[in-house]
């Protein structure tokens, strides 16, 4: 079957495109659009063409399995140019998502024109390389350059009514996208046609607009090569020709296209793709979730409510007692509220989110929820009273999840009737943002409930990864480490805020020590010293010494670093060199770059033992959970990656 057909409605040639599950843009299809300008052409019926897509979207971009391959003819620029000069012209009829090399071959054709839901968008720099047939060319001709070094800098989408009030589209169509194309077409043609857009002019910016750009773009960029690259091909198509600046987007695009960083994006975006849905999981059915309960309106459980509701899922809290429902309820307000201030959410939107918590006491009030989520407090007698009352209110099949950072979930479980629909789901705090999601089956649980814990990670839009058991489970016991290396550097003689300093160089947004003095750093001693009460044999730790001298962190205005009052600013401390005096040898000359080298590597190690206990499946899966759990950059690839990389 032809990936592309021509169909004719009078004088309005139809071309649809039709190439699942997102017509991406392979070979067959390049080539067939190629020929269906010729073909065309020639009929000299045909006065204009709409180009529209079969399925649940326009073309979505790049065709993934011809990522890293040498670019087989037509080539996309070539292509984009051959339909913008065709003798009729086109009109692109987008749906669903017109992204990357499908945006652009949309910028060939003459009009655009959208249904209100779909969205269009440049983001190739997601994957560590930029457009590479005219996106940062054509748009700044349709939008101007601001709104186009956002397009290009940032990667993110564009709704259909707001790329229609930029520009970048002619028309949003209500209704049937085809019978509208068409009638748009028709009026397009009794009219004079707009010039081709790589013949409009470029408006000059400010003046000053490209050095502030440049600053905003590097902050934001955290050290990914391409965002910068974007911008640089948009000013040279704001100060030059055409023909040469699309000269230096497609040099740009091959240079990049063989870097480190494209390879790392690369293989996190086959990653993302392939989370969400294991291959051992492909032929099981999960339970239908239409209805979820939390226990627990803490901090925690208002942000997993708060995801729950944004899924569109009803939810009911359950509390001790009416003042901790209502302090759940208000938290879950709080996150809803701040939507509205931010311009996420209207009060209207607030309002339904806020209207689909139920809140009790009652457990009573369970026995029909497919899922129930605990997220109290992480302490083994609370969680387990927790789950003897859900085993007698709750249905046979329901699932009942826990969500605990570093319990092991066979203790929580223990004595559960029907175990089998028990699983750890691991939630990283705020819920409702944070997108990594551990799944944490214990050797009882069905593989229904496995699949019905992915299938919420799906729903949520999360990136769920399957956890074995053990202490920290991934995310944790890798941090684990890594701060215990960080710590091995102070008493080496390495400067603490050096050490920051080396991470936050290497991409991430806070060093080990800043992070801990965010946190509190006493949820570790806490840890640390129930290990010791229960006989462990647990070394003292400098986080020890500071907690003990009463540093905890920013909230008591001291952890690792000084804080003024009001302020989150790290200052230097020197109580703390007093306190650590004795334990820390002469000053370190270590750089920066073999700092992060050397704590990236102990992550990378603590990764390869995960792997060699049969914790995570795979090398992807650490580095995802690096990447959305911890905020290793994801232009490194994660730490495994990087390593092999290295290697």
């Given amino acids: 079957m032809s990936v592309v057909t021509i169909a004719r409605q009078g004088e309005i040639a139809t071309v649809t495109v039709d190439n699942p599950p997102v017509n991406a843009l392979g070979l067959a299809l390049r080539q067939g659009l190629w020929d269906a300008v010729a073909t065309l ?74 249904l209100p839901e779909a969205s269009v968008g440049l983001p190739e720099v997601t994957l560590g390389i930029i457009p590479g047939a005219g996106g940062t060319v054509r748009t700044p001709r349709l939008c101007g350059v601001a709104t186009a070094v956002d397009m290009a800098t940032t990667g993110k989408p564009m709704r259909a009514p707001k790329a229609l009030a930029a520009g970048l589209i002619d028309a949003v169509i ?44 590097a902050k934001s ?33 091959l240079e990049l296209r063989g870097t480190e960083q494209a390879a790392a994006l690369r293989a996190v975006f086959f990653a993302e793709r392939a989370a969400p849905r294991p291959a051992a999981l492909r032929d099981v059915a999960p339970l239908p979730l239409k209805t979820v309960a939390v226990i627990g309106g803490g ?15 009803p939810v009911i809290l359950i509390e001790r007692d009416d003042e901790a429902v209502a302090r759940g309820l208000a938290n879950v307000a709080k996150v809803f509220d701040g939507g509205v201030k931010r311009g996420k959410l209207s009060e209207a939107q607030a309002r339904a989110l806020k209207d689909g918590v139920t809140g009790t006491t009652d457990y009573a009030a369970l026995p ?106 991934i995310g944790n016991r890798i941090l684990k480490r890594y701060r215990a290396a960080a710590e091995g550097l102070v008493r080496k003689g390495v400067p603490i805020a050096r050490i920051d300093a080396a991470m936050r160089g290497h ?21 640390r010293e129930g290990a010791r009460a229960a006989g462990q044999d647990v070394p003292e730790t400098l986080g020890d010494i500071l907690v003990r001298a009463g540093r905890k962190g920013q909230k008591t205005g001291g952890g690792w670093y000084d804080y003024a009052a009001g302020e989150r600013k790290p200052l230097i401390s020197d109580q703390v060199a007093q306190l650590l005096a004795a334990e820390i040898a002469p000053p370190s000359a270590m750089t920066e770059p073999e700092i992060a080298q ?50």
């Fill in 41 to 114: 052409d020639a009929d000299p019926a045909v006065r204009a063409v709409v180009l529209i897509c079969a399925g649940r979207t326009f073309i979505a971009g790049a065709d993934v399995t011809e990522f890293g391959k040498p670019p087989v003819a037509p080539h996309l620029p070539d292509l984009v140019a051959r339909i913008e000069s065709a003798e009729k012209p086109w009109i692109a009829a987008i749906h669903g998502s017109a992204l990357g090399g499908g945006f652009e071959v949309a910028l060939g054709c003459r009009f655009r024109v959208a």
């Fill in 368 to 473: 029909d929820v497919d899922m129930v989520i605990e997220a109290v407090f992480e302490e083994i007698g609370v969680k387990r009273a927790v789950f003897a009352q859900l085993g007698v209110v709750c249905r046979a099949d329901a699932v009942l999840a826990t969500n605990t950072s570093y319990l092991d979930p066979r203790a929580i479980a223990e004595g559960l009737p029907n175990p089998s629909r028990f699983i750890g789901l691991h939630f990283f705090s705020p819920a409702n943002v944070m997108k990594l999601l551990e799944i944490v089956p214990t050797p009882q649980t069905s593989a229904r409930t496995l699949a019905t814990g992915f299938a919420l990670g799906r729903l949520l839009k999360k990136i769920p990864v399957r956890s074995g058991i053990c202490e920290g489970f």
């Fill in 221 to 253: 960029a955290k050290g990914a090569a391409a965002p910068a690259r974007a911008l640089a091909a948009i000013r040279k198509a704001a100060e030059a020709p055409f023909d040469e600046a699309m000269g230096f987007e497609r040099t740009t695009f």
């Fill in 299 to 313: 901090t925690m459980g208002a942000g997993i409510i708060a995801a729950l509701r944004d899924a569109g899922l």
């Fill in 174 to 217: 209500e209704g049937d996208l085809l019978t509208g194309a068409v009638e748009f077409a028709r009026a397009a043609i009794a009219q004079p046609l707009p010039l081709p857009v790589s013949q409009r002019g470029i408006e000059a910016p400010e003046a000053g607009f490209w050095a502030e750009a440049e600053a905003s773009v």
């Fill in 507 to 527: 991409g991430l947004a806070m060093g080990p020590f800043e992070a801990q003095d965010l946190g509190g750093l006493d949820i570790a001693y806490l840890q």
């Fill in 598 to 647: 050397a704590l990236v590597a102990e992550m990378a190690a603590e990764g390869q033992a995960i792997l060699d206990e049969g914790i995570a499946a795979s090398p992807a899966d650490i580095d995802l959970v690096k990447i959305h759990g911890y905020g290793f950059p994801r232009w490194r690839g994660g730490p495994m990656f990087a390593t092999r990389v290295r290697e």
